[in-house]
């Protein structure tokens, strides 16, 4: 009894990726609404834009860490990405740009770690 108390043979094991796609579409999701109804719902804007870049710099950041094992070639482009999205978020935000081109960049991330996992 005690061995089935905490397994659940039915539901399969989550992997780092799969936590990584499922937070790259929440907030996806989020951003997708938000942009929208941007005219009729700021606050929700700022909120699913500050989501975004929270992402992206907390991306980042572990890319810069010398014991990251991503390969240069793809740290190097996830540092890029975050950089450009820092910039692209601040245009949202003040009107002059819409959130369309952020949606579609976390969209093909999570295209890369479906299939990336499917690899394997």
């Known amino acids: ?24 579409a929440r907030i996806t999701r989020r951003l997708r609404a938000a942009a929208g109804c941007a005219a009729s719902d700021y606050p929700g804007l700022v909120g699913a834009v ?3 870049r929270t992402l992206w710099a907390r991306l980042n950041a ?4 010398p ?6 070639d793809l740290r ?16 949202v935000l003040h009107g002059t740009a819409t959130a369309d081109v ?9 295209r890369g770690l479906r299939r990336e996992g499917e690899a394997k």
Do not use: W
């Not at 009894?1 to 790259?24: G, H, S």
């Not at 014991?67 to 240069?72: A, S, V």
């Open 50 to 52: 500050h989501d975004n």
């Open 62 to 65: 572990d890319v810069s860490l």
């Open 102 to 110: 952020l949606i579609e960049i976390n969209t093909s991330v999570m």
């Open 1 to 24: 009894m005690a061995k089935t108390a905490y397994a659940n043979p039915e539901q399969p094991l989550r992997t780092a990726r799969d936590a990584e796609y499922e937070v790259f």
């Open 76 to 91: 190097s482009r996830i540092a890029y990405l975050a950089e450009f999205t820092r910039r692209h978020s601040q245009k």
């Open 67 to 72: 014991e990251n094992g991503l390969p240069q």
